[in-house]
């Protein structure tokens, strides 16, 4: 398993560009001795790592106020990142039913997928633009507000093309959840940010795993539409921990209230700043990375079902299968933490697609039903911490003043990649059969660790 310009990254880093250099800021540009990407910086941070941030935060200067306030901002990312995880993992259980109820095949059922990726697509291209002019606080409501809407539509079972219209909105929006919740992370992290990113990213594994316990069940009712209305109430609590924790402020005026200098007055205009993320071959590579990565995830999860009925003669509870994937997704990103740290970030990298690739072929191959479900599980297991790693690893190596934006655009992404493999998958099952999962997702899963191998090691690597 995704995946995520704000004002360009926030008071530390700003003041960390501007200051002599630290031992801290070397090891942020150099590859530390003996590791491949630096242990000690390795995926246990599962965070961007800014130099001189955790010592302002962690050093006893924030006031007891300052720490509350601190704690509901990451409450409320928790929230935003909870609903996308729920999202992804809602649909795989639901498509069944939808072909059933709407009369359409594999290729009509994906436009879901298309318009939710136009959507998705949209969002990552105004991400920058929004946040940069209305404010972060401002944007994740409103972002909250259209899935609502969406979902409202969705709720009330209407006529299919409605129904397939609203996923533009929930793509949009879902894009700046995601995107949101990592880029304010990974520019306003407080205490232990290590923990705290590997806390954001498993409570996404954690609504991913949950909804397709609630999506099997309702897939089973007359009124299957309804399991909307919980999505709604979940959004309704998120709106309400956005609006009361950020007040629609800016991101600046957030990281001010938890103890952080003021930023000064960034000189480049917006367009400069998208050209200089831009220009960047080490961003498109990561995004590129997010991409497959989240396409993947969300292909596996959405299509699983499905391929077990149809392929494995599952029965109505095939959907908890979608719940082993994401399950194993949240666990992996904890359980697998000392050993990201033991052999380096990069070499995790390439172990952990190794064990997919092997396990998706356990699952094309094998046909057993519980030998797939398990199968499937390991997946998750072994996807999970790829995600936080490539996020982590591109705090480390793009320029300071660039890692908001570099951040938001590659998170962003991961959000439409959420949406392209999964219409891709619908679209080529529509002609040879959903078993053509299994093999696209091993297709996918070799262009992961190509990718991996092209995206550089250290900063000094970008800079020429």
């Not at 318009?115 to 990552?124: F, N």
């Not at 609590?237 to 600046?252: G, L, N, P, Y």
């Amino acid at each position: 398993m995704a995946h995520a310009a704000l004002p360009e990254l926030t008071m530390m880093q700003q003041a960390t560009t501007n200051a002599p250099s630290t031992g801290s800021d070397e090891k942020l540009d150099t590859p530390t001795d003996g590791t491949e990407d630096g242990k000690e910086a390795s995926v246990e941070s599962g965070v961007v790592q800014t130099a001189g941030l955790e010592d302002q935060t962690s050093s006893g200067k924030q006031t007891p106020a300052q720490r509350r306030k601190a704690f509901m901002q990451f409450a409320a990312l928790c929230c935003s990142i909870f609903v996308a995880g729920w999202n992804d993992g809602t649909l795989g259980p639901l498509l069944p039913r939808l072909q059933e109820v709407y009369h359409v095949g594999y290729a009509v059922i994906s436009l879901i997928f298309v318009v939710s990726c136009v959507g998705a697509i949209i969002g990552s291209c105004t991400f920058l633009y929004l946040t940069d002019r209305l404010g972060y606080g401002l944007v994740v409501v409103l972002a909250s507000l259209a899935m609502m809407i969406a979902y409202a539509l969705q709720a009330a079972a209407a006529p299919f093309p409605v129904f397939v219209v609203a996923y533009f909105f929930i793509g949009y929006g879902g894009a700046f959840l995601n995107s949101g919740s990592n880029v304010f992370l990974a520019s306003v992290s407080v205490g232990k940010a290590s923990t705290r990113f590997g806390v954001l990213h498993g409570v996404y594994g954690l609504g991913a795993m949950a909804s397709p316990l609630v999506s099997t069940q309702f897939a089973r009712f007359p009124h299957w539409s309804f399991v909307y209305i919980v999505h709604i109430g979940l959004l309704a609590v998120t709106v309400v921990m956005q609006a009361v924790t950020f007040k629609f402020k800016s991101q600046e005026e957030c990281a001010r209230e938890i103890g952080l200098p003021p930023p000064e007055k960034e000189p480049d205009s917006l367009l400069q700043r998208y050209k200089r993320v831009f220009r960047l071959r080490v961003v498109h590579l990561m995004a590129f990375f997010a991409f497959v990565y989240v396409g993947i995830e969300v292909s596996i999860g959405s299509w699983i079902v499905t391929y077990i009925i149809n392929l494995r003669h599952g029965g109505p509870s095939s959907g908890y299968i979608s719940s082993g994937l994401f399950g194993g997704i949240m666990i992996g990103r904890v359980a697998l933490l000392p050993l990201s740290k033991l052999i380096g970030d990069r070499r995790a990298i390439f172990v952990y697609i190794l064990a997919v690739i092997g396990l998706e072929l356990v699952v094309w191959l094998v046909p057993s039903l519980i030998a797939d479900a398990i199968c499937v599980s390991f997946v998750g297991f072994f996807m999970g911490p790829l995600f936080p790693i490539m996020t982590n690893h591109a705090g480390r190596i793009l320029p300071p003043d660039l890692i908001s934006g570099g951040v938001g655009w590659i998170a962003s992404w991961g959000a439409a990649g959420a949406a392209v493999f999964p219409f891709i998958t619908g679209a080529i099952a529509s002609k040879t059969g959903i078993g053509a999962l299994q093999p696209l997702v091993v297709a996918l899963s070799g262009v992961l660790f190509v990718t991996w191998g092209c995206i550089p090691r250290s900063r000094k690597q970008i800079q020429g």
